[in-house]
């Protein structure tokens, strides 16, 4: 792995990991602790709707794919706090639609031809100096978002109801969740690709929640994973010829596999033997 990062492309690649595995500790352990999985995996495949509308106008796809998840992330947070039922219904039909968008809008465009695999499956050794200083800033975004309303999110994430009475304003906090979502979404999309980012957002947090319920330390262990889930798949990668962002995501789903193992067989109680029943016979 030393001799790779002679390579300006893997050192990039080695940085956009670190930095989308810090996005994706701390907006991952609201989206794992809150069990809105599906929500987050509706809002981030919808940004490919974007992706299509910045191609076809034109402009940046990573900026059609910002402002169409964000958009996206406000309908779905909506339709989820103020629906009585089907809300997973509404959710998977935004969730098909935003990518059908943006594939039609992509067969519309004039000319235009692009390996569309880069934005699904990602593209972490083709990412320029550019999206790191953008990746950079999406994180000090999150990291000021989350510092500012902390005790209140924590509030809302485990007792909504009381965050409530406390007159904390849990629909506005939730509709704000679901845009650092769509942020870290868009972040996670160049590294793994829209499909595969579900698993870099919820899977480095399920195994931090295994080993505590602190949502602090949660963060920080899964920040760390995360870091150490991309610096292993990309040296895997590098050394077997595998695709990178789906290396990553296997690399996190065999340690979740093996943590889960681990602490199945640390608390499995040894089985003891019965006592025996006292002799009715005298000694």
């Not at 050794?125 to 005790?151: C, E, N, Q």
């Not at 319920?213 to 889930?229: I, P």
């Not at 996190?252 to 040894?270: E, I, T, V, W």
Request: aromatic share 8%; charged share 10%; hydrophobic share 60%.
């Amino acid at each position: 792995m030393l001799q790779a990062l002679q390579y300006e492309f893997m050192r990039n690649a080695l940085a956009a990991g670190i930095l989308v595995s810090v996005a994706c500790g701390i907006i991952g352990t609201y989206v794992v602790v809150n069990r809105i999985v599906f929500l987050a995996g509706g809002i981030s495949h919808a940004a490919y709707g974007g992706i299509g509308l910045g191609i076809f106008l034109g402009a940046s796809p990573v900026a059609g794919a910002v402002s169409f998840s964000l958009a996206a992330a406000l309908a779905m947070g909506v339709v989820s706090r103020r629906a009585r039922q089907g809300v997973d219904i509404a959710v998977g039909i935004m969730w098909a639609m935003g990518m059908a968008l943006g594939i039609i809008l992509i067969d519309i465009t004039p000319g235009y031809s692009a390996d569309l695999m880069s934005y699904l499956f990602g593209s972490i050794l083709a990412v320029p100096g550019s999206d790191i200083a953008l990746m950079g800033a999406l994180d000090v975004v999150i990291i000021l978002a989350v510092a500012v309303v902390y005790k209140e999110l924590l509030a809302v994430s485990f007792d909504e109801e009381f965050a409530s009475v406390l007159g904390v304003p849990v629909e506005r906090l939730y509709l704000l969740l679901l845009g650092l979502v769509a942020l870290t979404a868009v972040m996670a999309m160049r590294v793994v690709g829209l499909i595969l980012t579900i698993a870099l957002l919820t899977i480095p947090a399920a195994v931090s929640r295994q080993f505590t319920a602190h949502l602090g330390k949660m963060m920080a262990l899964s920040s760390f994973l995360g870091a150490a889930f991309t610096l292993a798949g990309l040296w895997l990668s590098y050394a077997f010829d595998l695709t990178p962002g789906a290396t990553i995501v296997m690399v996190s789903g065999a340690a979740f596999a093996l943590s889960s193992l681990y602490l199945g067989l640390k608390h499995r109680k040894p089985a003891t033997a019965a006592p025996a029943a006292p002799s009715s016979r005298p000694a």
